[in-house]
């Protein structure tokens, strides 16, 4: 799903065991993107992502942060064209049209005027957010075997094509219980690709994600976390620590949050329920 605008060529010197030697190589490009709305025509956030999978992100960004409940309430989703300049599409901007009768709340979607590809969104809302909007706690089932667990990474690692090039980019992937990878997402911030993902899924009518397993690349932060709960992902797998509030949300929502899976061991935070043994 991404472009060739995602890596960007570049020289770079090797040193190596005291000697140095010049090569080209590739580099994961970061972009901005501006999610604009139309009606009220308002910039509701700022992002730094890697290009590609744009309408993803911003579908999937909107519905995270509950200005959009499904895939009806966009009308159209399309890349700037400034005609009063040269009328040349501007590929990171993207205009959203809602449906005429949605009149969502945006307010809270100030603390997003500029986000970080690196940390999510600076001063993040706490778990009362969530409690506010009425979202609610994830459904029982389904139950995994650890064997399943075991064979997503390298499922996950596999699947990262713009990471063998350039090294530099995180991944959100999808499974089903069985453990078959349904898709996958890569950019240089962990929140955007699971946008991505979730805008995937979004726009392909398939929320919420009930029977599904999300994985990460990298570590559980709440911004993860907040973003599966509300696409109602049951397990959440990482190869890295969840943070505390993560964790804090996990148990709260019944979700089930797995950290350090790698090889055949895994952590569980929350949710041990939903672990097959």
């Known amino acids: 799903m991404l472009t060739d605008r995602s890596k960007t060529q570049a020289r770079v ?32 956030a700022i992002t730094m992502r890697t290009p590609g999978a744009d309408f993803e992100l911003t ?29 040349e599409q501007r590929l990171n901007i993207v205009n959203v049209e809602l449906r005429e009768d949605l009149h969502p709340n945006l307010q809270p979607l100030e603390r997003h005027f500029y986000t970080s590809s690196a940390c999510g969104v600076c001063g993040k809302a706490s778990l009362e957010a969530l409690r506010l909007r009425g979202i609610a706690t994830i459904p029982p089932e389904p139950k995994v075997k650890p064997e399943i667990l075991y ?22 992937a999808l499974f089903d219980t069985q453990g078959q990878l349904i898709s996958l997402r890569e950019d240089v911030g962990r929140h955007n690709a699971l946008d991505k993902l979730i805008g995937s899924a979004l726009l392909s009518d398939r929320l919420p994600l ?6 990460v690349s990298g570590r559980s932060s709440f911004e993860i976390l907040q973003k599966c709960t509300v696409a109602g992902v049951p397990i959440i797998c990482a190869v ?38």
């Not at 579908?59 to 009328?87: H, K, P």
């Not at 064979?151 to 991944?171: D, M, N």
């Open 13 to 44: 010197w090797v040193v190596e065991d005291g000697k140095v030697r010049s090569r080209s190589d590739y580099i994961t490009t970061e972009e901005p993107l501006e999610i604009r709305l139309m009606s009220p025509r308002r910039t509701v």
């Open 59 to 87: 579908a999937g960004f909107l519905y995270s942060e509950g200005v959009i409940s499904n895939r009806q309430d966009i009308q159209r989703l399309s890349y700037c064209v400034d005609t009063e300049i040269d009328g």
């Open 151 to 172: 064979s997503l990474p390298e499922q996950l690692r596999a699947a990262q094509g713009i990471f063998k090039a350039t090294g530099g980019l995180h991944a959100a």
């Open 210 to 215: 009930y029977n599904h397993i999300v994985m």
């Open 240 to 277: 890295s620590a969840p943070s505390s509030l993560a964790v804090s949300l996990a148990r709260e929502f019944e979700v089930t949050l797995i950290g350090f899976l790698r090889g055949k061991k895994f952590n569980v935070y929350s949710g041990w329920e939903r672990i097959n043994i």
